[in-house]
């Protein structure tokens, strides 16, 4: 597993526009790998993560308020992002139209053929991924995102599909030129292995960015740095123990976490907040 190295997470952070924010999966939180873990961590309790959807699966539209406000869909293009970090509140982002009133899938499932997984985000396509071409770990660019100055959103497009039990990272961040004149960003996101490096004691095991959004939803990216020793387990929520706040980015509303590995409790630790005796 491959994570930003500082200067390049300071160069993303200078590169980007007020106006413009950086898309959220081009934050991977490093340089902060030298902070070490505490003899006592907060004990806290554990979080609901199996609790029914409330409500239904929300949507939210990248651009407008609704499907005609969306722009048709280039080749290739993610029409929709199903975010699943919150299993209680999964949401989906509306990002285009497909061309010909064919629907973009919002199914939670990532066994539709139009579905690229990520950790936690499943990228739905108009087209069927399985026409997609296999890409190489660390060559290839999987997808690459475009900043839309015009419009303050993003662009996703997809060249080929990561290998099974792998994760995306960020490649490279090039510089382009908008029809209109605009300058913006492209992001290339490359392919890497589930990493299978065991953790030090004082090492995280996980990190987390997260944006607040308007619309009072929290969008986060969950990177794994490495694995826990037996016994242990990594947080999977920002909200979890075993998580302490990492440095705010003020200029792109980000807060990053560090996860640390925790002692597995016995079973009867595991209590809902808000069960009844």
Known sequence: MQVLTPFLFAWLLSGAKAVIRTPLEA????GELHVKRPDKLPLLPHRKTSAPPKGGLKVLYQTGVSEEDLPMCRARQVCSKVDLYDSSQPWIERKCRCLGHRPCSSNLSPDDNHTLADKTTLYKTCEPVRRLPKCRYFKDAAWTLYSLPDSNATQQIVNCHCPKMSVTYLLKKLPYTTPSG???NQY???CSPLSRLRCSR???CKLFSVRRRHEQIDEVNAST???CPRDHTCPRHHTEPGVLAGVTYAAEDIRTYHGYCMPEPPPDVYRFVGDKD
């Not at 934050?27 to 490093?30: A, E, K, L, M, W």
Request: glycine fraction near 6%; aromatic fraction near 12%.
């Open 27 to 30: 934050f991977r939180p490093s």
């Open 182 to 184: 605009e300058q913006g």
């Open 188 to 190: 290339q996101f490359a």
């Open 202 to 204: 004082k090492e995280p």
């Open 225 to 227: 740095v490495c694995q």
